[in-house]
């Protein structure tokens, strides 16, 4: 085994990464190894639907499977070895489908076939026990015995941020949303990176090339999300238990959310978000159901606490799920689409009887307790509704610095750094918010700037295009590049959804973003200079001395 993705991996000073029996999330190796050979198999998938693309043959099924099959293997998402083998296996069928097709086409223009890649040689063993033994050549870190460290700390750049965004396609997927040429980029990419290249240059263009692409994956996962629930609009959310039956509804999909909540309606059940759920309820077609009652908890790595005090049925529809044992809730505990764990119930399809029998026979919360609301929903329309106060604001010098304070969240306790920036941004500042690092500090009170929150929640990870959106209609206002605003960006990271917005950050050429609480192990040394020197990436330090900085803006 070896996995180095996140931000809990190993890191010692004489080894990184995770590569012992287990990870530090609970991934056995035997679960890693296999996650390898679907995501070298996947490689393989791609070369052939990136040359079949030379023949006219697409295949949407295909592309819509690739990325949701890559989603699998990311962070905390699914440790079923069974169900991990079965993508493996289809990526199988599907590759042998596009090779044959492939080669048809070629002979039949008279033309001969590329190189083929290692991933596109590639033939799935018949035995787990001989897939089990191909695992090492399948390794993320292949070839590292050879390479220079900085080849495959580029390769897993690119890997790792391919995966993130493979995870927003999937996102825009569910919801309807996908677009030929991001699932012909998602190819080419998956398929270079199937070729084992070692060419520095060309591998620091494609991360950019990510960072690009997921920024198109952004703009459709948000007409997915805004043409099918509406746009996000300012809304008050209870974040204390209501008496009754209850379902949590936990992750990223809100297509999830709705059936649940649909299923549920008339049933005496109250639906509670946790999590990156949260922003669900500024969604006019989510909150439109009365029994959407509140959020529950907080972000993803208290859920064994905060899961085992729930007395109703828990949904994880997407990462981050950790173990289920320790706070004894597996048996009411569901999980959906790529999402799983050994022994906890998978629910296909979009029926959801079975989380509501469950829910039914628990207990339910037996007590309401004094109402504590918070304030969510300042998704794109809103902000652009906004800004033109917050413009006048700026004018009239009441406003004179905007945050962006966003990210993953984690159990590290340097964390602590992005709720004391947060709480000590200054009265005539702006803070805005995305994904679940907002849990640390979105109870707190901000209040106003003649009448404008000053705490802002845009949403969730996904929702970062809304963030780009208003940072460059605030340049365009004030006629000047976005590194010139007075706009400081703390994002924190802990798996590979952040690190691809930070490709796209990058991409798109917005500087001095500040990182933390620590590098992404799979980085050396030479890449986080190369990233200091290209984009001027900080890394968070003190918070009285980066406050300073960000203030005087330098
Ligand atoms: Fe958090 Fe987990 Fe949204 Fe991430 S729930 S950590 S960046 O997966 O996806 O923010
Ligand atoms: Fe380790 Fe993170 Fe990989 Fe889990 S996902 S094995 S914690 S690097």
Not at 175 to 191: D, K, P, T, V
Not at 298 to 305: L, V, Y
Not at 454 to 463: H, P, V
Request: proline share 4%; hydrophobic share 40%.
């Amino acid at each position: 085994m070896f996995c180095i993705q996140c931000e809990q991996t190993v890191q010692t000073p004489t080894a990184k990464g995770c590569s012992y029996t287990q990870g530090m999330c609970g991934k056995t190796a035997d679960v890693s190894d296999l996650q390898d050979v679907l995501v070298f198999n996947l490689q393989g998938v791609s070369f052939w639907a990136e040359l079949a693309r030379k023949y006219n043959i697409i295949d949407a099924e295909i592309d819509a499977w690739a990325p949701r099959a890559f989603f699998s293997t990311l962070t905390n998402v699914n440790f079923v070895p069974e169900r991990i083998t079965e993508y493996t296996e289809i990526a199988e069928r599907y590759k042998i489908q596009l090779s044959t097709q492939v080669m048809a086409a070629a002979a039949a223009a008279g033309e001969a076939l590329p190189e083929l890649s290692p991933a596109a040689q590639f033939v799935l063993p018949a035995t787990a026990e001989e897939i089990m033994n191909f695992a090492p050549e399948a390794a993320v870190n292949r070839g590292h015995e050879e390479l220079h460290e900085d080849i495959i700390g580029l390769r897993l750049l690119c890997l790792y941020g391919l995966k993130g965004a493979a995870a927003y396609m999937e996102h825009a997927n569910v919801l309807g949303q996908s677009e030929e040429s991001i699932c012909a980029e998602y190819h080419q990419i998956m398929a270079f990176l199937g070729t084992d290249p070692t060419d520095a240059n060309a591998l620091l263009e494609t991360s950019m090339q990510i960072g690009l692409l997921n920024y198109r994956i952004m703009e459709i996962l948000d007409r997915g999300e805004t043409n099918t629930f509406g746009h996000p609009q300012p809304t008050q959310v209870n974040v204390k238990p209501v008496a009754g039956k209850c379902i949590l509804v936990s992750g990223h999909d809100l297509h999830d959310l709705e059936k649940i909540l649909q299923q549920t309606e008339g049933k005496g059940i109250n639906v509670y978000t946790n999590g990156e759920m949260l922003p669900a309820h500024g969604y006019p077609e989510l909150n439109k159901y009365p029994h959407l009652v509140g959020n529950f908890g907080s972000a993803w790595q208290n859920q064994q606490k905060e899961f085992a005090n729930f007395p109703g049925a828990i949904v994880m529809t997407s990462n981050c799920l950790i173990n289920p044992n320790v706070g004894q809730y597996a048996d009411r505990l569901f999980t959906r689409s790529i999402v799983g764990w050994p022994g906890v119930v998978h629910v296909e399809g979009d029926d959801f009887s079975q989380v509501i029998d469950c829910a039914l026979a628990q207990e339910g919360i037996a007590h309401t307790e004094i109402e504590h609301m918070i304030t969510v929903g300042f998704g794109r329309n809103a902000l652009m509704a906004a800004a033109p106060a917050v413009i006048n604001e700026v004018k009239a010098g009441n406003i004179k610095h905007f945050f962006l304070i966003g990210g993953c969240d984690g159990d590290k306790e340097e964390r602590s750094y992005f709720t004391d920036i947060a709480v000590n941004t200054p009265e005539d500042s702006v803070v805005l918010t995305l994904a679940c690092g907002k849990y640390r500090f979105n109870k707190k009170e901000f209040g106003d700037i003649n009448g404008i929150p000053r705490l802002l929640d845009i949403g969730q990870c996904n929702d970062t295009y809304s963030a780009i959106q208003l940072v460059l209609a605030l340049a365009e206002e004030f006629d000047c590049g976005v590194n010139e605003l007075p706009l400081s960006i703390v994002l924190s990271w802990f798996e590979q959804k952040a690190i691809v917005v930070l490709l796209t950050l990058f991409a798109l050429g917005i500087k001095g973003i500040y990182t933390g609480p620590t590098a992404p192990a799979f980085l050396t040394d030479n890449l986080i200079k190369a990233l200091q020197d290209n984009f001027d990436m900080r890394s968070v330090g003190d918070v009285e001395t980066d406050l300073a900085t960000m203030l005087a803006g330098k």
